[in-house]
Nanobody, 124 residues
């Protein structure tokens, strides 16, 4: 079993930055791939970024590539999402998710474990 707890959401201005963190705990915490998804009301969760258990293999959606950076502190089993050059369209609830195996999966149904979500609001 894996437990995920997000933190770090909030309000930012367009062009600003935020850092989201996902604390991963449980017996498989150090071996799962971790991803971030975003969701706005009335829409499905959308893939943002993911990282493998070692922190070496990273993936990004086209809409955030070059602006967001995902990283992993394995000693603390924490995954961070550094969000730079924020845009109003980044406004969403962001969820941390985890799966056994590779991080190169981009659909919500590929991930077994989920956090409770954290709200990010970007003002123009």
């Amino acid at each position: 079993q894996v437990l995920l707890v997000e933190s770090g959401g909030g309000l930012a201005q367009a062009g600003g930055s935020l850092v989201l963190s996902c604390a991963v705990s449980g017996r498989a915490a150090s071996s799962v791939a971790v991803a971030w998804f975003s969701q706005v009301p009335g829409k499905d969760r959308e893939y943002v970024s993911s990282i493998d258990w070692s922190g070496d293999d990273k993936y990004y959606s086209g809409s955030v590539k070059g602006r967001f950076n995902i990283s992993r502190e394995n000693g603390r089993n924490t995954v961070h999402l550094q969000m730079n050059s924020l845009k109003p369209e980044d406004t969403a609830t962001y969820y941390c998710a985890a799966r056994d195996g590779a991080p190169s999966y981009y659909y919500s149904w590929d991930y077994k474990y989920w956090g409770q979500g954290t709200q990010v609001t970007v003002s123009s």
